[in-house]
């Protein structure tokens, strides 16, 4: 079975903080791209980000970068110098090419000022 | 407007009543998809479309639910007898790949809330 499990409900942090969002997913497939997307409070999903299962290369674009790790099975979320802009919520999702895509349960994060 | 639109952005509806959600994906966007979702959670998957024909509907809840995409651009779900437990954001999603495509890129747009008192 496809799972996405992202352990964190919701996060606040203070702005310029840096912080880390968690996503853990389970597949029996070896071949599967994973996702971020950011929804935003005007409801509409952004993506962010596509890692395919064979590209264990972490990736920064700007202030976000994306630690992908098989061996644990995980693919986390950091955003350094968090803006008050960044309030969202965060999914982390799976598509593993013989099911629908499958996403988590998502973390809201806010940025205070 | 290049992105997926959704009409209306919001419907409210007593219990009992029909709904039509409309979604406009990307021209010439072969895949459509669409998703439920309830409150603090995320999206779930309702059915998919490669262009007219619906060749996934296991996601969908119940035979009130039905979905169409008669030409292959505008998709249409509708809900019969809705209940309270349909209140939910209902997303669209068009891709120009095919599903099981794993480099399957899904444009989402803002979706429909729905609301069922």
């Known amino acids: 079975a496809q799972k996405v499990t992202q352990a964190q409900t919701e996060i606040s942090v203070v702005e310029k903080e840096d912080v880390t969002l968690d996503c853990v997913y389970e597949t029996r497939d070896t071949t599967y791209y994973l996702f971020w997307y950011k929804q935003p409070p005007s409801g509409e999903l952004v993506f962010l980000i596509r890692r395919n299962s064979f590209d264990e290369q972490n990736e920064i674009s700007g202030r976000y970068s994306w630690n992908f790790q098989k061996s644990t099975s995980s693919f986390n979320f950091t955003i350094t110098a968090s803006q008050v802009v960044d309030s969202a919520v965060y999914f982390c999702a799976l598509d593993s090419g013989n099911t629908p895509l499958v996403f988590g349960k998502g973390t809201r994060l806010s940025v205070i000022a | 407007g290049a992105g997926v639109s959704q009409s209306p952005r919001y419907k409210v509806a007593k219990r009992g009543q029909d709904v039509a959600l409309r979604c406009d994906p990307i021209?010439?966007?072969?895949?459509l998809f669409w998703y439920q979702q309830a409150l603090g959670q995320g999206p779930e998957f309702l059915t998919y479309?490669?262009?007219?024909?619906?060749?996934?509907k296991s996601g969908l809840p119940s035979d009130r639910f039905f979905a169409e995409r008669p030409e292959g651009s505008v998709s249409t779900l509708k809900i019969q007898r809705t209940q309270q437990e349909d209140s939910a954001v209902y997303l669209c999603a068009s891709s120009s790949s095919l599903a099981g495509e794993l480099d399957n890129e899904q444009f989402f747009g803002p979706g429909t809330r729905l609301t069922v008192l």
């Open positions: 021209s010439g966007h072969v895949s």
């Open positions: 479309f490669q262009n007219e024909a619906q060749l996934d």
